[in-house]
């Protein structure tokens, strides 16, 4: 079964979280929307039954309803009855009307197989206004409504006699008298001498707890469907834009993955291109590429860097074993094809057994040496490094080491100088160094041997005053198989010394540093970090 791509896998996740979110969403949003609608409807009647309120008094011992009473608003109906829950007026419909119950809270009730939203009230009229005509004490007019006690703030008044006429204080006793009140459980609001063509009048507003007038029930009704219609309409929107928006995520998905996933198959097409082709030395771009794939770039350069140097080295190996193992095989085939010739006698014979053997000897050694080189190249996974007191090695190496030339060895070792080193490793590499100075030093010539640390580091230096190397070659001495100018030198080598010593010091993190001049002096330096 063909696997799904990740532009296909991504694109299909972030659709379905986007249609998951989408879901989730428009269902909250509906929720809310009906909850919302709802409390809108409920404030909307309670809104209608308060408003109303103010529309209604008791004039003159006769209840009246002001023409600014709305019976029927924004789809709200009102309706009045009396405290015994006889219908006194509205323009709810017929089947509706019946005695209201559950004060001052919304409800639900079901009225011919529909469904409505009541909020019902009990009105009580506490608050009086009465005119006195201040000659006779006569009551000219009253009237009571229920606008709320705690919306009036008593305003101070004087008392004032009249001559011929009563006072303030009369005034308001003849007013709470005809209310049916008792002074104690009344509210003097204001008193006021209103002027008028005909007559003179006390004009005396007060509140009361209760009162003589009859109460009144006030109820606004809306059918619940209003609220349904909302929210269906809500509901059918969402529906409608919720495939829409699923939509538009997947083709976004879709763009945003492609354009996630190009420098990922622009990767996976130029290491395609590597592996399968001869050039090595070619590298990924990362200039262009955000930060993570930039790194997962630079990851197969580092890895391609490390295939074309290992590919290299095999390559040079190859040709540089082939080469120095061509003249031992070819020497040691003619003198077996002439020992077994006719013509050779026992003497010829055995200097060609002796040849056969000089030679293999050779290829011993130049094995060994690479085997060496090999094992060092393979780093720290073969080796364990520990503390160990460098000092002694390098002295005891050099008080083994004899020289070949009758070549005069001098050390200058500091005491006590401790690295993390592998003693095998660390005694080869002195070895080295002191027979390649020994090799291309001079007869009766000086091989001085230092070693010293400084703040940050430890040196370990090797130098003689032999034919020195120029500085065309003095780059290349730590390759493999590199040898000095043979007619220069006396001895012969295979030039792996020197490259065996750079492959250990790498090993203990160190650096190798070569310095010489022709005919004076090579001086080899390794710096190990502390």
């Known amino acids: 079964m063909k696997k799904l791509s990740f532009k296909i896998i991504t694109t299909l996740w972030i659709t379905l979280l986007i249609a998951v979110v989408c879901g989730v969403s428009v269902t909250a949003l509906m929720l809310i929307s009906r909850k919302t ?5 409920r404030q909307t009647l309670v809104a209608a039954v308060q408003s109303n309120s103010d529309e209604m008094e008791f004039s003159n011992g006769i209840f009246e309803v002001e023409n600014d ?21 509205g323009e709810t419909p017929h089947a509706l009307i019946n005695a209201p119950s559950d004060l001052k809270k919304v409800v639900k009730r079901t009225f011919d197989s529909k469904e409505y939203y009541v909020y019902s009230e009990l009105l009580e009229f506490t608050k009086f206004e009465y005119e006195i005509d201040i000659r006779s004490g006569q009551v000219i007019s009253y009237e009571a409504d229920v606008t709320p006690v705690n919306e009036l703030k008593p305003v101070p008044y004087s008392e004032t006699n009249f001559q011929n006429g009563i006072s303030t204080n009369e005034a308001i006793e003849i007013a709470l008298a005809h209310a049916g009140i008792k002074k104690n459980e009344a509210t003097v609001i204001g008193v006021q001498i209103p002027v008028y063509s005909d007559r003179q009048v006390f004009k005396i507003e007060f509140t009361a707890d209760s009162s003589s007038c009859k109460k009144i029930y006030i109820r606004a009704i809306c059918p619940s469907e209003d609220v349904k219609t909302m929210f269906t309409n809500i509901g059918k929107s969402a529906l409608y834009i919720l495939p829409f928006f699923v939509i538009v ?4 998905a879709y763009i945003i993955s492609k354009k996630t996933v190009a420098p990922i198959e622009k990767i996976t097409d130029s290491a395609h291109e590597i592996s399968t082709g001869n050039d090595l030395s070619k590298r990924l771009e990362t200039n262009k590429a955000p930060r993570e794939i930039s790194n997962l770039a630079d990851t197969f350069n580092g890895m391609f860097e490390r295939l074309h140097t290992s590919f290299e080295n095999e390559k040079r190996f190859t040709s540089d074993a082939s080469h120095e193992l061509r003249t031992p095989l070819a020497v040691i085939k003619a003198e077996c094809e002439y020992a077994l010739s006719e013509n050779a006698d026992d003497e010829e014979k055995m200097q060609a057994l002796e040849s056969i053997e000089e030679q293999t000897d050779k290829m011993t050694s130049l094995v060994s040496s690479l085997l060496s080189v090999t094992r060092a190249e393979q780093g720290l996974s073969r080796f364990t490094l520990e503390e160990a007191n460098f000092s002694e090695l390098v002295e005891d190496v050099c008080r083994k080491f004899r020289t070949s030339k009758n070549i005069e060895l001098i050390t200058d070792i500091d005491n006590d100088i401790i690295i993390n080193l592998n003693n095998t490793l660390m005694t080869q590499l002195v070895e080295n160094l002191l027979s390649n100075a020994d090799k291309y030093g001079k007869e009766n010539g000086v091989i001085n041997v230092k070693l010293y640390s400084e703040k940050d580091k430890t040196v370990l230096s090797v130098r003689d005053n032999g034919i020195g190397i120029s500085k065309e070659d003095l780059p290349k001495i730590f390759n493999r198989f590199y040898r000095a100018d043979a007619s220069r030198s006396e001895s012969e080598g295979f030039g792996l010394g020197l490259a065996l010593v750079k492959k250990i010091a790498e090993i203990h993190s160190a650096e190798c540093i070569a310095e010489s ?10 710096i190990f970090k502390k």
Not at 70 to 83: A, I, T
């Open 517 to 526: 001049e022709i005919d004076k002096f090579t001086e080899i330096k390794i």
């Open 37 to 41: 609608a709802d409390d809108k409807l």
């Open 249 to 252: 995520a997947a083709i976004g």
């Open 69 to 89: 009473f709305m019976y029927y608003s924004d789809g709200v109906y009102c309706d009045l009855f009396s405290e015994d829950g006889e219908y006194i007026g």
